[in-house]
């Protein structure tokens, strides 16, 4: 256990290595945002095609553990919609909860899931990512289209073009595809997608904590709270109890667990600002559930006797 434990220290570490870069002015502000494009556009989809491509997902482990995922999210997104009369949010700040409910930063959750379990379970990880990026990203969208306070420019097109544009989902539709395909590695290509890989994990993580703001947290924080608890708390035992009663084997039951652990998304941030959310409640809750995972994450190893 000290050993994933010392395995996972690095993963904060960079988080706050990126925060502390941010906060001292080490890069101007708007240095930041070229760096989050080629992290999301480029380094990313270099990691994750070749890690779906060559994932093993024969087996029952990967259904079980992406079926367990996308059913929790459902029941938790379908809960917050049912509360919602029973909430005292404006719109904006609704659609802000709903995003921190259901939606979790691949940035965090990956490099936990190689500290844990190594190169299966990251392709394990990648698989379930695949099954959960168009489920939560089309379920936030329609939500910020019916309470964001900028409908403008809301429409079916606009829903389509968020899921379309966005690559880390393109980048897991490719994996799958040439993995269904059984398309043999290409030497040069697959070298090469290997080198974008082997900066994706480390930068993404310096990205997360670069983005953090704590400004919304005191101000807010019985809604922040609330949200952290149903994110860290709830969502890990019940992903991994549906892996479970899926049959997943031990390895997706564990996958779920640090799903469902990981802290809220970044990308949640941007929707919420783009279109019309309550972009500082969104920051809070990122930064909140960031800060909680750290903690949270080593005691659900314990518990659970992951080592």
């Known amino acids: 256990m000290s050993a994933l434990i010392t395995g996972i220290l690095p993963v904060f570490m960079m988080i706050a290595l990126g925060y502390g870069l941010r906060k001292s002015g080490f890069l101007p502000d708007e240095a930041w945002r070229p760096i989050e494009r080629l992290s999301i556009n ?17 087996g029952g482990g990967a259904g079980a ?29 609704f659609t802000s909860v709903f995003q921190g409910v259901i939606r979790w930063n691949g940035f965090v959750f990956l490099p936990v899931i190689q500290s844990v379990y190594g190169a299966d379970g990251l392709a394990l990880a990648a698989v379930v990512l695949a099954a959960m990026i168009p489920v939560t990203n089309l379920m936030s969208v329609v939500v910020m289209m019916r309470w964001g306070g900028d409908q403008s420019r809301m429409s079916v097109r ?3 073009e968020a899921n379309l544009a966005n690559p880390i989902l393109v ?5 799958l595809g040439l993995n269904f395909a059984n398309v043999p590695r290409l030497t040069g290509l697959s070298d090469a997608l290997a080198l974008l890989g082997g900066a994706a994990l480390p930068l993404g993580l310096i990205v997360a904590g670069a983005g953090l703001s704590f400004a919304e947290v005191a101000r807010r924080r019985v809604t922040i709270g609330a949200v952290s608890f149903v994110k860290l708390v709830i969502t890990p035992f019940a ?9 997943g084997d031990e390895m997706a039951q564990g ?27 969104m920051a809070g809750i990122v930064a909140m ?15 659970f006797h992951l080592a």
């Not at 553990?65 to 949010?89: D, E, F, N, S, Y």
């Not at 799903?259 to 309550?278: E, F, K, N, V």
């Open 42 to 58: 480029i380094f990313y989809p270099g990691f994750l095609i070749p890690a779906i491509w060559n994932a093993d997902i024969s």
């Open 65 to 93: 553990a992406g079926a367990g995922v996308v059913t929790v999210v459902l029941i938790v997104a379908t809960v917050a919609l049912l509360a919602k009369p029973l909430m005292t949010l404006d719109g904006p700040a």
């Open 158 to 160: 606009t829903l389509i």
């Open 171 to 175: 980048a897991c539709l490719i994996g």
């Open 239 to 247: 992903m991994w109890g549906l892996c479970r009663l899926y049959g």
């Open 255 to 281: 996958v779920a667990l640090l799903c469902g652990a990981a802290p809220g998304a970044a990308a949640s941030y941007i929707l919420a600002r783009q279109m019309g959310g309550d972009a500082p409640l």
């Open 289 to 303: 559930t960031t800060v909680g995972s750290a903690v949270v994450i080593p005691v659900l190893l314990a518990l």
